[in-house]
């Protein structure tokens, strides 16, 4: 368990943190972008949770948010650590069944749509986006340093899971605002 009994530790004050395995890297480093995207994400996923009633897609969310922990953890340790907590395909796995849950429920597209209608559904659309950023950070760092597979992967569904939560809050897709092509 983590015990944090000071927040501050003025370690980073020089613009460098800590990575699991004990190296220093400086904050604006391709492997802390991405785990700050993760963040925020998680944060954006925390704001949409408020915006929704109890159910199915809260309670998704409440675990996708310690699924972010973890992934945030796995891409805080460079290298092959024995024991260090990764993301694994079971978490892929049941992300990719709960898509296919709120899915079943909903009428194919037939337009592209707009982020939008309901409130909880916006900012379902705007975490989508922030996961988006956070998976082109998240292979920005695979390019020069292992990843795991899963954690790519998961970090890849998860935006196709907020994109369904968004069209089954929004009224099972009744409330979609959809796009006119050329429209304005």
């Known amino acids: 368990m983590v015990k944090l009994n000071r927040i501050y530790t003025r370690t980073g004050d020089a613009g460098t943190t800590g990575l699991v395995d004990g190296s220093r890297v400086s904050k604006a480093d391709t492997r802390m972008a991405a785990i700050g995207d993760v963040d925020e994400a998680n944060s954006a996923i925390g704001v949409a949770r408020t915006a929704l009633e109890d159910g199915a897609v809260a309670n998704e969310l409440a675990r ?17 650590i024995p024991g260090a907590l990764r993301v694994t ?80 809050v929004n009224q099972k897709g009744h409330a979609d605002v959809l796009w006119v092509p050329g429209g304005s």
């Open 64 to 80: 996708i948010q310690n699924d972010l922990f973890d992934l945030g953890a796995d891409l805080a340790t460079p290298g092959d």
């Open 89 to 168: 395909p079971a978490q892929v796995e049941r992300l990719e069944q709960a898509i296919d849950a709120l899915n079943a429920d909903l009428e194919p597209l037939t337009s592209f749509i707009l982020p939008g209608g309901m409130p909880a559904a916006a900012h379902l659309h705007l975490a989508r986006a922030i996961v988006r950023r956070a998976e082109r950070a998240a292979v920005a760092l695979a390019d020069h340093a292992a990843v795991g597979a899963p954690a790519l992967a998961y970090v890849n569904r998860l935006s196709d899971y907020l994109f369904v939560a968004g069209r089954y």
